[in-house]
């Protein structure tokens, strides 16, 4: 299935919906045989009175599970580099209920990334495949939605290693956690390191590991959700409120360096 643009996703993601004149483009003529492939890739479309509406816009923040990832690669440029890690949470009603985590076959880990991972390319030999990673991925994440620090990194990331294996792309909605921290409390810094030290998120952090941080991430969207406005009831509406809301102004000195020095 193809993504939608941007005007027909803002219209399935709204409370009105898309009417089929919207998402007819996208799809061809048998719509449940697309809705079914949709799902397999992480985006469920409903109908209701004739119209096309995400999930995430009728699912309330109670029902709703959410799926906190990290990732650890061996490079930056998917191009050129893989996952070396993944790490996965999946939170529904403000509790953890299953976690994911696999290294990954890797053939090459420079020391620089090994230093910062501790992840040697040894460490990687009796892991799995990046495909047997990537379906098992896909069968822990479902429909849930995509939840990262810096989300984009992680989404695209992963998306390209599904196209370079040939496969389907992830589909699922997907929300930032800096977006959303940024829109409930104020901080100095909101990188996950700085927030972890100064919030106390994971006492037993381990940084730059992908189920480690995944559960810092976690603790940190558990925080935020407490703090949402309480006119913000669905998923979909929790994911327009972490990018339309008003950001939180930060404070003018960091009250981790000592007599407030910059």
Not at 151 to 170: Q, R, S, T
């Amino acid at each position: 299935m193809r993504t939608f643009d941007h005007k027909t996703t803002l219209k399935l993601a709204s409370k009105k919906g898309a009417d089929i004149t919207d998402i007819r483009p996208f799809l061809d003529q048998d719509l449940e045989r697309e809705f079914l492939l949709a799902k397999t890739q992480g985006l469920e479309v409903i109908t209701k009175d004739n119209r096309y509406f995400f999930n995430t816009t009728t699912q309330s923040l109670e029902e709703s599970t959410f799926c906190i990832v990290d990732i650890e690669c061996n490079g930056s440029k998917p191009s050129k580099h893989q996952i070396i890690e993944i790490g996965a949470v999946k939170v529904k009603n403000g509790k953890i209920i299953e976690t994911y985590e696999s290294l990954i076959q890797c053939n090459e880990i420079s020391r620089h990334i090994s230093e910062l991972t501790g992840i040697e390319v040894s460490d990687t030999l009796n892991a799995p495949s990046m495909q047997k990673v990537l379906n098992a991925f896909r069968a822990f994440i479902g429909t849930d939605v995509f939840v990262a620090h810096a989300v984009k990194f992680d989404y695209n990331f992963i998306c390209a290693m599904y196209e370079n294996l040939g496969m389907p792309p992830m589909l699922n909605r997907s929300m930032c956690s800096i977006d959303l921290a940024e829109r409930t409390f104020s901080s100095f810094r909101y990188g996950l390191t700085y927030l972890n030290e100064t919030l106390g998120l994971h006492q037993e952090a381990d940084h730059h590991r992908a189920l480690s941080d995944a559960i810092t991430t976690t603790a940190l969207f558990m925080k935020s959700l407490n703090l949402v406005d309480d006119s913000v009831q669905t998923a979909e509406a929790l994911i327009q409120f972490s990018k339309q809301a008003k950001r939180f102004k930060r404070p003018k000195f960091d009250p981790m360096l000592k007599n407030g020095e910059v």
